[in-house]
């Protein structure tokens, strides 16, 4: 399973090297639902890419992050102040007696100090750092599909929701992050075929025998990582563009360094024509699968 990966978060990216138009109102209605329900997790790379806004709508998303950054700010400093005032109450009954529900208190408070504290380092500093553009299950991030006759550029959730599926699939199928090869014309029929994507990813992550280890291309080229995606619609919920990332058996290096699935970098010849389904028949879809960039892995222990 690809549970976490360093990816392209700028759309930016994506009109210089594929020439790709961009779903602004998308990134605008993303961006609204965060501002009014706040469960949208959005790359912090992704948006820093509408630092410098040159376009209306461009602004408009500027804004709404702006306005997000501000509510966050104010809760986090909230959450300092009320975990001050509760590690004060904890230490003065330790002071008093050592009791264990005081001590998990402290401890409680303590952590949620110093992870408050990050996350407003996080939304003030001006240099970028490497997680800015690392994604788990959950977070948006741009992905390029074809419509309309050519490649856009769409923000979508990691972690499918099938069309025609209930909300709740989310929680019942929490892995559909990943869609296994072997599953294509089993779970994943309605989208494969039929709605395909692209990811852009520099290095992967997994967990192995409870480390976390980072892959990468050993010639450092970044990889076109085909997916599946749904437009997901719902009575009374918000529409939800998301993807999974197809995995397969891993190559001999992922393989001895003990893990058993990785992602599979289209070529970049073949991209329109896996973007691009319609008309294709299935073994013409698996032959793209198969014929693709198949770079040395190399590993480490992830920082």
């Given amino acids: 399973m690809c549970y976490s990966a360093q990816v392209w978060d700028a759309y930016q990216k994506y009109q210089r090297t594929f020439g790709a138009k961009i779903d ?24 820093r890419s509408f630092e410098a806004p040159e376009t209306p709508e461009e602004r408009q998303i500027r804004s709404l992050i702006d306005a997000y950054e501000l509510t966050e700010k104010n809760r986090l400093e909230l959450e300092v102040f009320q975990q001050k005032q509760r590690l004060v109450e904890a230490e003065r009954k330790l002071a008093v007696k050592e009791t264990k529900a005081a001590a998990e208190s402290k401890r409680i408070a303590t ?18 750092k490497g997680r800015d553009a690392r994604i788990y299950p959950g977070y948006h991030v741009p992905v390029m599909i074809w419509r309309d006759g050519r490649r856009t550029v769409v923000p979508m959730r990691y972690r499918c929701r099938p069309a025609g599926k209930p909300a709740f699939y989310d929680t019942k199928y929490p892995g559909t992050y990943n ?91 073949n991209v329109d024509a896996w973007l691009n389904p319609e008309g294709r028949s299935k073994p013409e879809l698996w032959d793209l699968l198969d014929d693709r960039e198949r770079p040395y892995y190399e590993h480490r222990l992830a920082a």
Avoid at 24 to 45: H, T, W
Avoid at 194 to 208: Q, S
Avoid at 258 to 267: A, F, L, N
């Fill in 179 to 269: 869609a296994r090869w072997d599953n294509l014309e089993g779970f994943w029929k309605a989208q494969f075929g039929a709605t395909h994507g692209i990811m852009v990813v520099n290095r992967f992550y997994e967990h192995v025998d409870g480390k976390v280890l980072e892959f990468a291309p050993k010639q450092g080229q970044d990889m076109l990582v085909a997916c599946l995606w749904s437009h997901w619609t719902g009575k009374g919920e918000p529409d939800l563009y998301s993807f999974a990332a197809i995995t397969d058996e891993p190559p001999a290096e992922v393989a001895a360094a003990g893990h058993d699935r990785c992602i599979i970098p289209i070529k970049p010849e």
């Fill in 111 to 128: 952590d949620k100090i110093e992870r408050a504290r990050s996350r407003l380092t996080d939304l003030t500093r001006a240099d970028v």
């Fill in 24 to 47: 602004f109102q998308e990134f605008v209605r993303l961006y609204g639902i965060r501002n009014d329900a706040g469960s949208i997790k959005a790359l912090p790379g992704m948006d």
